[in-house]
């Protein structure tokens, strides 16, 4: 038996209350404990946060933009870094360079939406480009006492590196930010450079996506919102994965573009959009994904129900959520012998934290289609899974170049945490890996072949349905593989 399709030992995830609005915690984003104690550079005016405190000839500047990179970090929401939304920025007279972001989280909606914000006091971000090249932001309360957070109240400061400033627009390399929380202390933030301050005057080179649902009956539409200074867009529409054209440009009206899409075959659509600016420069993009599986059942036949292992929300979201062991009913094209689909895999689970959500699901089937014609080159479609963590309709795609394993005698299926990414349409196209194995085992009729005997006392090896050996004193009451010699069979021990 390959070991390829053995369950992979768990990990260390979040635990959080399934019933939470948005979903639990993608355990893929969770933060790095910092080990610095103090900002890596030495100001002018100060490095602590009371030596700013004498500072009072702030006057507003103007309207800028700002974009997360504490609090999606401190406490692993990556909610908050989705957004761009307009803050109040203030100048010092007497120090230029030196801004003040008023309420910097209050124009939020993701904060606002779940009351994260305290609006009972003004909060503000000094933050220090008096030397353009070493901007520094002294210690600061958010304002924001996040969910996962147990209502601790989130601070930030910058630390281990110097942000810069140019054209209007103030940031900070990955790993220079830090946020306090409570319960953890100091933990290093921005990891992703997500930290955006466009002061007024800075050019909107903004962009974002709507689309219709992902699961789609071969029509689509997106609309893309862009910043006043996109000049005109270009995009391209792909099926799993195929190279594209990009089409001709397209100049937004009131920052606008609408787009029917017409998705006339069965797949995995990816959608691109890129953004110039006057001068042709790309500074911009936007992406999603659309499926199309039509039921096409008078093509398939049902073999009955597989049992099968799966990792995929377990793998972003923790141990409360798997990996989980059911059956689900398989299908067998009829015009392509191993050529299978699992409907609605994962609204067939036995856990009881995901049905919750599972309002996706409704309406129409999900298929995992599945190819092992050729042995040599054993993988799956990319497919919707039917569920909605609050980040996204959720799919599941094959790594590239991956391969899974199909052990015909045995009638297992099997592919390892690295052939496997899971998708979340609202962060698409960022991709997560899978922390567990997925198995398929074939229903009993279909899974295993007669074969002959080699030796009528060969020595039998017994196999739980995941394709771990199991001594036979240790194989407890349950359905297991048995193997003798050339002889493979399913038995169930009582």
Not at 317 to 327: L, S
Not at 467 to 472: A, D, L, N, Q, T
Request: a negative charge; proline letters at 4%; aromatic letters at 12%.
């Amino acid at each position: 038996m390959s070991a390829a399709l053995c369950i992979a030992a768990g990990f260390n995830s979040i635990q959080v209350n399934a019933s939470t609005p948005r979903g639990p915690i993608p355990a893929s984003n969770r933060i790095v404990k910092s080990t610095s104690t103090a900002s890596a550079h030495s100001r002018a005016i100060g490095t602590e946060a009371s030596d700013y405190e004498s500072i009072t000839d702030w006057k507003s500047i103007g309207t800028g933009r700002y974009s997360d990179g504490f609090v999606a970090w401190s406490v692993g929401d990556t909610g908050y870094e989705k957004e761009t939304w307009s803050v109040e920025v203030e100048e010092s007279e007497s120090n230029p360079g030196l801004y003040r972001v008023v309420n910097p989280y209050a124009g939020c909606t993701y904060a606002t939406d779940y009351n994260e914000v305290d609006f009972s006091k003004d909060y503000y971000m000094i933050v220090d480009a008096t030397d353009p090249d070493a901007v520094f932001i002294p210690v600061f309360e958010t304002g924001v006492m996040p969910y996962y957070a147990n209502d601790q109240m989130v601070s930030g400061r910058s630390e281990g590196g110097a942000g810069k400033l140019a054209n209007y627009e103030i940031t900070f390399p990955a790993f220079t930010l830090a946020c306090y929380v409570e319960s953890d202390g100091w933990t290093t933030s921005n990891s992703d450079a997500n930290f955006h301050l466009y002061l007024p005057g800075a050019k909107d080179y903004s962009a974002s996506i709507s689309a219709s649902d992902m699961c789609s009956s071969n029509e689509a539409n997106v609309s893309i919102t862009t910043g006043t200074d996109i000049a005109y867009i270009r995009y391209k529409l792909s099926l799993n994965g195929e190279d594209a054209n990009l089409s001709e440009s397209m100049t937004p009206t009131d920052n606008t573009v609408s787009l029917d899409l017409n998705l006339d075959k069965d797949g995995m659509w990816q959608f691109s959009a890129y953004c110039y600016n006057a001068d042709d420069e790309e500074k911009a993009s936007v992406h999603t994904i659309f499926f199309v599986q039509n039921d096409n059942n008078d093509q398939w036949k049902s073999l009955g129900d597989a049992t099968v292992t799966e990792p995929f929300v377990y793998s972003l979201f923790g141990g409360d959520f798997g990996p989980n062991e059911y059956t689900v009913e398989i299908q067998e094209n009829n015009n392509t012998p191993g050529f299978f689909r699992l409907v609605n895999l994962t609204e067939s689970t036995n856990n009881n934290n995901i049905p919750a959500y599972n309002d996706h699901a409704s309406g129409h089937n999900h298929y995992l289609y599945i190819h092992t014609e050729n042995p040599e080159r054993v993988y799956f479609e990319g497919s919707p899974l039917g569920i909605d963590f609050g980040y996204g309709d959720m799919a599941v795609v094959l790594a590239d170049g991956a391969s899974g394993e199909y052990v015909k005698e045995d009638g297992i299926i099997g592919f390892s945490p690295s052939d496997m990414h899971i998708l979340m349409r609202n962060e698409y196209p960022n991709r997560y890996a899978a922390k567990a194995e997925f198995v398929v085992m074939m229903p009993q009729n279909v899974a295993i072949d007669d074969i002959v005997v080699d030796a009528e006392n060969a020595l039998v090896e017994y196999f739980n349905l995941q394709g771990m050996k199991i001594s036979e004193e240790n194989a407890t009451n349950g359905l297991y593989i048995m193997r003798q010699g050339n002889k493979v069979s399913k038995v169930i021990r009582k």
